[in-house]
């Protein structure tokens, strides 16, 4: 039973690198959803879609790209890292925008130096 | 005022004792009213989901909603080492997601 698998766990990135955190469930939701999650701040969602090829943002969308080719993948794109970025993140699924049985993934810690 | 606040202690008790958590919120349009236990390291996992106000029961765990005074609780009897986590409270409605800050749970052996 995977649920909702993010990779990769632990990632160090250099000020201005690019990278893509990836997320795939296997319970054929429709809503899948970012987040991340700082020291006070609680959770705050950075980009959502409502399913395959509907996308949109968040709370904190500056920074970061999404795209929703399948039903199962929804990644996540830092196009120029910045240390601001540093966090940890989260994906998110559920059957339904509505839904109440959120998923989460086991999260992605990002470290930009 | 937040949309929801609650405390993100933390909070330490000797095991066996009563956890009592509690969240408060201002949007009128939340109707679903959800406890997230997380573990250090690891992703928040649904714990209860309640509808209405009233109390709801799983195991050592009660959830309990006053729609009135946009108040809900958690209360964790007989609490063990391994309910040691943060607690995120969250609730649902007009298609709108918001979550507490979490509220860290230590119970000493």
Partial sequence: NAGVTQTPKFQVLKTGQSMTLQCAQDMNHEY???YRQDPGMGLRLIHYSVGAGITD???VPNGYNV???????FPLRLLSAAPSQTSVYFCASSPSA????????????LTVV | QKEVEQDPGPLSVPEGAIVSLNCTYSNSAF???MWYRQYSRKGPELLMYTYSSGNKEDGRFTAQVDKSSK??????????????????CAMRGN?????GKGNQ???IP
């Fill in chain 1, 32 to 34: 899948m959803s970012w």
């Fill in chain 1, 57 to 59: 943002q968040g709370e």
């Fill in chain 1, 67 to 73: 795209s929703r080719s399948t039903t199962e993948d």
């Fill in chain 1, 98 to 109: 509505g839904g109440n049985t959120i998923y989460f993934g086991e999260g992605s810690w």
């Fill in chain 2, 31 to 33: 109707q679903y009213f």
């Fill in chain 2, 71 to 88: 108040y809900i609780s958690l209360f964790i009897r007989d609490s063990q080492p391994s309910d040691s986590a943060t607690y995120l």
């Fill in chain 2, 95 to 99: 298609n709108r997601l918001a979550f």
């Fill in chain 2, 105 to 107: 749970v230590v119970v």
